[in-house]
């Protein structure tokens, strides 16, 4: 976790519950794939209202990066990327409440063993 200590959003609180039980699902499901998720708080220290989730798997060195705004608490905007890059300028949006624990192992599983 960061230095930081700011809040947990709601946001923040239930999309974390969600990735922990997606996490464990793609462990005990792929043996090739044991994801890391980061909770980053920087661009809230910098000033705008927003938190961001990391998910890398270190084999394939790709990365899901969400975001969550206050300014949209009903969106979360995502995008699919390589660790080793700085993420591109458009991202995806889905609904909050569509970011479940189902489409999260749905996207580790299918992005992370391609």
Not at 23 to 52: C, E, K, L, W
Not at 64 to 83: C, E, M, N
Not at 95 to 100: G, S, V, W, Y
Request: contains cysteine; glycine residues 4%; hydrophobic residues 40%.
């Amino acid at each position: 976790m960061s230095q930081y200590t700011f809040p947990v959003t709601p946001q923040l609180n239930a999309i974390s519950e969600f990735l922990s039980e997606a996490h464990a699902r793609i462990q005990q499901n792929f043996t090739t794939i044991n994801p890391v998720v980061g909770i980053n708080q920087q661009m809230r220290a910098s000033g705008i209202p927003a938190d961001v989730i990391t998910i890398d798997c270190l084999t394939s060195n790709r990365r899901i990066l969400i975001i969550l705004h206050d300014s949209t608490p009903d969106v979360a905007r995502y995008q699919f990327g390589k660790r080793d890059r700085d993420p591109e300028k458009a991202y995806r949006e889905i609904a909050l409440n569509a970011l479940t624990a189902d489409q999260l192992y749905q996207w580790m599983g299918e992005y992370f063993s391609e």
